[in-house]
Antibody, heavy 121, light 109 residues
Framework: EVQLVESGGGLVQPGGSLRLSCAAS????????MSWVRQAPGKGLEWVAN????????YYVDSVKGRFTISRDNAKNSLYLQMNSLRAEDTAVYYC??????????????WGQGTLVTVSS | SYVLTQPPSVSVAPGKTARITCGGN??????VHWYQQKPGQAPVLVIY???DRPSGIPERFSGSNSGNTATLTISRVEAGDEADYYC????????????FGGGTKLTVL
């Protein structure tokens, strides 16, 4: 059974940093793209970042470029999101999701339960 | 960047058919994926590549895509189908390649 379990969320002050983790199990982690998707309170889904199987390609939404870094450790079956210079508008539930890229089309077939990040003073 | 437009809400009586649309410029040339999100839960993939269903998703869920509109159809709607539904596309030519629609709240009357 595919499982994705996020951790690391919490309350942080504006300008602060936080590192999210996602522990994956039930599949060959190193064979899949992985992603972070967030959802602000009462709002819709927003893609944040993608990382290729070997970490050689990374993509970000414009609003987090230069502040967030996606990474992975295939030996530990883990995905990470380092978030720096956090802003109030980064407040959201952050989901880890497994991605499938096939002939130029990308979608998310499994999602974790999410971890809440609150940026507030 | 590419924009996907969904109606904020759709209401349907139990046993009837619900249709949730997702509009985008020439969306028929892209593959559309649909997610169901119940309150307090993570999204679940219900349709991928316009009309394919993952294992475990009831046949009552179907999808289509043509022209400027993709549609998620839920037949014989049940109370348990009440949820938010999001469409999603991947625009590889864009700096912002992954796009979600704003979501549609399905209410079962």
């Amino acid at each position: 059974e595919v499982q994705l379990v996020e951790s690391g969320g919490g309350l942080v002050q504006p300008g602060g940093s936080l590192r999210l983790s996602c522990a994956a199990s039930g599949f060959t982690f190193s064979s899949y793209w992985m992603s972070w998707v967030r959802q602000a309170p009462g709002k819709g889904l927003e893609w944040v970042a993608n990382i290729k199987q070997d970490g050689s390609e990374k993509y970000y939404v414009d609003s987090v470029k230069g502040r967030f870094t996606i990474s992975r450790d295939n030996a530990k079956n883990s995905l990470y999101l380092q978030m720096n210079s956090l802003r109030a508008e980064d407040t959201a539930v952050y989901y880890c999701a497994r991605g499938l890229l096939w002939f130029g089309e990308f979608y998310f077939d499994y999602w974790g339960q999410g971890t809440l990040v609150t940026v507030s003073s | 960047s590419y924009v996907l437009t969904q109606p904020p809400s759709v209401s349907v009586a139990p046993g009837k058919t619900a249709r949730i649309t997702c509009g985008g410029n020439n969306i028929g040339s892209k593959s559309v994926h649909w997610y169901q999100q119940k309150p307090g839960q993570a999204p679940v993939l219900v349709i991928y590549y316009d009309s394919d269903r993952p294992s475990g998703i009831p046949e009552r869920f179907s999808g289509s895509n043509s022209g400027n509109t993709a549609t998620l159809t839920i037949s014989r709607v049940e109370a348990g189908d009440e949820a938010d539904y999001y469409c999603q596309v991947w625009d590889s030519s864009s700096d912002h390649p992954c796009v979600f629609g704003g979501g549609t709240k399905l209410t079962v009357l």
